[in-house]
């Protein structure tokens, strides 16, 4: 067995190669966002674009689009997914931090998304709340955030808190057998999940070769978040939980945010 174990800043370097086995299929979010770029004027940003996965149909239905992320091993799968699709002349990478919005080509941007918990990986309030105002900074005038989150309830926690778990098992075309097997340590004082995650490759010679990584996201509740944005310069903030724009509630698995800025804080820097 290969346990590669050695620490790393970028905790999706070792990761990235079978990062898109779960997430690929996963289209509810993007039909959601298809749906608010509909008529928008002007770019859009997305804040932690991880692989591509948004940025690609995006593209693909006429937009221009402008990735960030802080991880260049996942900024690479980008550029050979939007390569492959021959999608260049729409998409734009960038390598940099969610906090920096700023640094950002193309603006300003008709719609800023952080996407699928992306908001999370930054791991302090201070981090957080720094980069809603940069993203308001590089907003159009009527320009709207989007902010797709894990509505953290209770039951949530305690479920991510309840030790080990599979969480899922791929079978490659080589008919190697991926398995991903997750760990949750949950601080409700620092609001922080903890997460450690290995995952199993297995040849069909039964060589067995192991990847892992650890990283830290925090999660916000909806009044925090709501006061977060109002600092941060926005208005009109509506909260809903599903990708069907149902409201948010006890029962809700996601919480999703959308914002525009006031005109008071559009175009201040």
């Given at each position: 067995m290969?346990?590669?174990?050695?620490?790393?800043?970028?905790?999706y370097?070792?990761i990235?190669?079978?990062?898109d086995?779960?997430h690929?299929?996963f289209r509810?979010?993007?039909?959601?966002?298809?749906q608010?770029?509909?008529?928008?004027?002007?770019?859009?940003?997305?804040?932690?674009?991880?692989s591509?996965?948004i940025?690609?149909p995006?593209?693909?239905?006429?937009?221009?689009?402008?990735?960030?992320d802080?991880s260049?091993a996942?900024?690479?799968?980008?550029?050979?997914?939007?390569?492959?699709?021959?999608?260049?002349?729409?998409?734009?990478l960038?390598?940099?931090d969610?906090?920096?919005?700023?640094?950002a080509?193309?603006?300003?941007?008709?719609?800023?998304?952080?996407?699928?918990?992306?908001?999370?990986?930054?791991?302090?309030?201070?981090?957080?709340?720094?980069?809603?105002?940069?993203?308001?900074?590089?907003?159009?005038?009527?320009?709207q955030?989007?902010?797709?989150?894990?509505?953290?309830?209770?039951?949530?926690l305690v479920?991510l808190?309840?030790?080990?778990?599979?969480?899922?098992?791929?079978?490659?075309d080589?008919?190697s057998?991926?398995?991903?097997l997750?760990?949750?340590?949950?601080?409700?004082?620092?609001?922080?999940?903890?997460a450690?995650?290995?995952?199993?490759?297995?040849a069909?010679?039964?060589?067995?070769v192991?990847?892992?990584?650890?990283?830290?996201?925090?999660?916000?509740?909806?009044?925090?978040?709501?006061?977060?944005?109002t600092?941060a310069?926005?208005?009109d903030i509506?909260?809903?939980?599903?990708?069907e724009?149902?409201?948010?509630?006890?029962?809700?698995?996601?919480?999703?945010?959308?914002a525009?800025p006031?005109?008071?804080?559009?175009?201040?820097?």
């Amino acid at each position: 067995m290969n346990d590669d174990a050695a620490p790393t800043v970028d905790p999706y370097q070792r990761i990235a190669d079978v990062y898109d086995l779960e997430h690929d299929e996963f289209r509810d979010d993007i039909d959601l966002l298809l749906q608010f770029a509909e008529g928008v004027e002007g770019p859009i940003l997305e804040l932690g674009c991880g692989s591509g996965r948004i940025l690609a149909p995006m593209a693909e239905a006429g937009l221009t689009v402008v990735g960030m992320d802080t991880s260049e091993a996942m900024l690479a799968r980008a550029r050979t997914r939007i390569a492959s699709a021959n999608l260049g002349g729409r998409v734009t990478l960038v390598a940099g931090d969610m906090t920096d919005a700023t640094i950002a080509p193309g603006g300003p941007f008709s719609l800023v998304v952080f996407s699928l918990n992306a908001l999370m990986h930054l791991d302090t309030p201070v981090r957080q709340l720094e980069a809603l105002r940069n993203a308001r900074r590089v907003l159009a005038s009527h320009g709207q955030l989007i902010i797709d989150l894990v509505n953290p309830t209770p039951d949530y926690l305690v479920s991510l808190a309840a030790g080990p778990a599979l969480e899922g098992s791929w079978v490659l075309d080589d008919d190697s057998i991926v398995d991903k097997l997750t760990t949750r340590t949950i601080s409700a004082c620092d609001q922080t999940i903890g997460a450690t995650i290995w995952y199993d490759i297995v040849a069909p010679d039964g060589q067995l070769v192991r990847l892992r990584t650890h990283f830290e996201l925090r999660y916000l509740h909806r009044n925090e978040l709501t006061l977060m944005l109002t600092d941060a310069g926005y208005g009109d903030i509506r909260v809903y939980g599903s990708y069907e724009m149902n409201p948010l509630d006890d029962a809700s698995d996601r919480m999703v945010v959308t914002a525009r800025p006031t005109q008071r804080e559009v175009g201040v820097l």
